[in-house]
């Protein structure tokens, strides 16, 4: 890409990433053309270790909110959580019209129920196929293979020539732009593990997998009648996804399969497969709490043979290992991406990237999705099908690029971030919070409070210490009353009238500090309070 | 292993898994008979995101403190810190002569210097081949083939028959069990990818390693003296490691090869091969803040390649992840476990434990180091070499197994645990204060402080409400005005004298802890302190 400066002028299309280059999950772009604004996708991710308390974590969007800007409409290109987990939250702020396919706006619906907005929003459908005109972009869906149906790549014509997103697509099939349909690749290479599994297992088949790969319960579902097993559903996510899926005819499921939750030790041990969530060991999950024996309803027994259908996305392998040792605690047989051969990943494989570079033939490049290592990989990618370095651009969120027929250039940095969701509180816990959360964390927490005298500046009662997450109750006695002692030592100076308060404070916290770094090592948070009588 | 209790009286060999069996790292364990205990290895590990603020973790001994045990010696097997670190801390508690090969001593001592300990400790060298008589135990060292030089493994002879400990050897070489000494495996399938760098890169290279893995270590000096590459070495332990290696004689450095880091900018950057520690993305070591730019004396520059030579941790992915990522920023070129093939294992892979369950021929299998699903499917092996399942012992940290010369039983379960390292403190950070940190950490802190006047029941100053964690100040407003408000209403029945503070400062924390709670779905600890005068 060209490294002069971004072009002036409103007659150049800004391309806009919100999220998702440069991390995973909250996958969101926009396409601006003479401030009309397409947004595409509305993802979310679930926190890191380091965000502290953290429920969710959500795109940045004060760029679309700003005067002067004309959001015509959210495109969705399909239904998983990182592609629309973030739309409620964008629809409260920004109530624009959505499009998306048919089973792709059925998963949406429940969330905007939740968030009381579903009355009030503006979904509409679109068929694998059809084009929509949105303003100066007309918009065409083209069928992909991914773990999800009904799921689409989008062809954007714009002022300045096509912009083809192919999304999570492994393949696309496209008459313009010369993309043909192969075998999905997501089908390959699952039904040998699986009809082994259901060929020898003695008793019951637990099957653990993204709520949202409608393919993966395609096939399981389709195992479970051909070798007479009855189907149970546990977690709510992924009860919501098979009966949305069910519904709108996206999951064929023989009638009498399935049974409810409740009735599973009617059926023998040997005749039952069970679908849970929870693939990622996260803590609350369904498979989870049955792998240690604290799910409400069912739990982990010997000789069920358990699969673990789902590679552990990066920083969750822990949390994984901890359940399949629980499941084996107990006497279960497990395959898991480390053992059997039973994932095939949803995502698109470099010699697909490659071959769909090939196909598409692209004047310029922006690799998408992912960290900035995967995004610079897929761009070698390109380079390597004969893309020129001016051609290509390796940007992360809020880093504009903009396109002209003629040239592509860096283009101004927008501010972006992510945006925590913390209860109910949406970007109310920022960086000073997380810090203050971090330091708690690390060492706990000292509080020092002493009731002065404003007349007199004698200390009427205090100080008093109180600790948390510093050191264990029984030990801090000795600790607790050096520091106390030495509280006592440095304010005696302060017997007077008109003390500095603050200086007061600063005095206290630091002798506190001194004196318990100084035994531990440890440097909690300390916490001077003063009440003037 | 047969199911009844244990064997009574003290004709029984005991053995006793300390730690590293359950989890990886603090590898420890005994042998005991009548009431003579022999300790092998004493290691330590890292904590895991959820130990918040630990800084080690140790076994917990407190066993073999017992009174009318004579411990006669710990017998160390080789010089990992997963081996050797948790040896200082042991040896505070209880100074029992150390055996150990010259390097493996020679890693011991600065760690003992650094616990002021060195002078007092009795360390007795033996060579491989070696045979110590400890009591009833003959231990003989065995040469072994790992990833550091002078490793062992032990046979034991006991009254009861020979325990074989393998230890991390991937190939043993013993006369009296069968074992012989195979190309090493560690050596294999490195060379040629790391010849391609030093062929290829055009600047610096940047080598990222285990601190104790010296082979490794042996092979990069050995290339860049080829390739005329100066070296210096990054990082405090890899530093210390690399010079015991070399004044020990385990390993081999032309004269004139090395340079002082200081130095590095004299010599051209193609003549250059940096070694550095913190392959794990550790945040502190020498390898992350060189990516991130932040180290004192080196950086990352364009055009380095830099090969991180060891697999991540579970667990440690998504640090490494950044630490590639920050590198690619900058410009580097990076091979890593993921894209080059330039990682082999330290420890042995499955073919190998099955040879050497082959060439011993156990009569009784007990898997160490690992997580329990690691253990199981060590163990799962054994069944398949022929081994019945009463010959075979499953047990993680504290389960004892009896040995007699006819049988194998479960014995007594002995207190064991994981001892936290805080600062100065060893194990006096427990559970009470890792939930509370883990409180903290998950909501932060409210503090509540009033004084009362103790003869009236009357407020006299206050409440003051401050809180850490709970939400961005500038946003904490009206947040905070609506609980002192609450905590008011709620304080004022209390307005008389004989006041029950206990029951006053339930109430102060119901109040807060509601308010908070309605207004923002978030748990803080509500923490009411009361000053009297």
Redesign the interface.
């Known amino acids: 890409m060209s490294s002069r400066g971004p072009l002036t002028g409103a007659s150049r299309l800004r391309y806009l990433p919100l999220g998702g280059l ?1 991390e995973v999950g909250i996958n969101m772009w926009a396409l601006e053309w003479e401030n009309k604004v397409l947004v595409v996708d509305a993802g979310l991710m679930f926190p ?2 380091d965000m ?2 953290i429920d969710l974590v959500l795109p940045d969007i004060s760029y679309l909110l700003q005067g002067g800007k004309e959001v015509l409409g959210v495109f969705l290109t399909h239904g998983h959580e990182d592609h629309i987990g973030g739309l409620p939250y964008a629809l409260k702020k920004i109530n624009v019209p959505v499009y998306g396919t048919r089973l792709t706006l059925g998963l949406v619906k429940p969330k905007l129920k939740e968030h009381r907005i579903l009355r009030e929003s503006d979904l509409r459908e679109v068929r694998v196929g059809d084009t929509v005109q949105l303003g100066p972009f007309r918009v065409e869906t083209i069928a992909v293979c991914h773990s999800i149906p009904d799921a689409t790549a989008l062809s954007i014509e714009t002022p300045v020539g096509r912009v083809i997103y192919t999304g999570d697509s492994e393949e696309a099939r496209c008459a313009h732009c010369g993309l043909q349909l192969h075998q999905c690749a997501n089908c390959r290479g699952i039904a040998g593990p699986f009809e082994r599994i259901f060929n020898e297992a003695p008793s019951r088949i637990v099957v653990a997998n993204f709520a949202s790969n409608i393919h993966r319960v395609q096939h399981l579902v389709r195992m479970a009648a051909q070798f007479e097993r009855k189907v149970a559903v546990v977690g709510r996510s992924l009860q919501q996804n098979f009966k949305t899926a069910r519904e709108l005819g996206f999951l064929s499921v023989p009638e009498g399969l399935t049974i409810p939750l409740a009735d599973y030790e009617r059926v023998p041990p040997s005749k039952l497969l069970l679908l849970t969530a929870g693939s990622q060991g996260e803590p609350m999950s369904a498979l989870t709490r049955f792998a240690a024996q604290r799910h409400p309803f069912i739990n982990v027994l010997k000789d069920d043979w358990v699969v673990i259908s789902a590679r552990p996305v ?2 969750n ?2 949390m994984v ?1 901890q359940t ?2 629980n499941l ?2 107990h006497g279960a047989r ?1 395959f898991y991406s480390e ?1 059997g051969n039973v994932h095939v990943t949803g995502h698109a494989q470099r010699e697909e990237l490659r071959d769909m570079l090939k196909a598409v033939r692209p004047r310029y490049f922006i690799p998408v999705h992912g ?3 995967q995004l ?2 897929h761009s070698e990618l390109a380079r390597e099908t004969g893309l020129g370095v001016d051609h290509i651009a390796v940007v992360e969120d809020g880093e504009t690029v903009d396109l002209t027929a003629e040239e592509m250039v860096r283009g101004e940095k927008v501010s972006t971030g992510l945006v925590y969701v ?4 949406v970007g ?3 960086q ?3 810090r ?10 000292l ?1 020092v ?3 002065l005298d404003r007349d007199t500046g004698t200390v ?3 100080p ?1 210490l ?1 600790s ?6 029984e ?1 801090s006695v000795r600790l607790m009353a050096d520091a106390r002692k030495e509280v006592l030592d440095n304010i005696r100076r302060f017997a007077h009238s008109h003390t500095d308060i603050s200086l007061l404070q600063e005095t206290i916290h630091d002798a506190v500090s001194k004196t318990v770094y100084r ?4 440097r909690p ?1 300390v ?1 001077p ?1 003063i ?3």
């Open positions: 440069g890191q270790e502290l308390g990066p920083g392998e822990r290992h399949v040792n084996y605690r497990v053992v960290e900035y290592r610079l990989l913390d209860g109910l509180g109310d816990v920022e000073v919070v997380l203050d959360r971090r330091h708690l964390a690390e060492d706990g927490i509080v409070t002493l009731t009427r009662a205090g008093e109180i948390r997450g510093v050191i264990e109750p030990l035994q531990t090592r440890r948070m916490i309070v009440n003037e009588i």
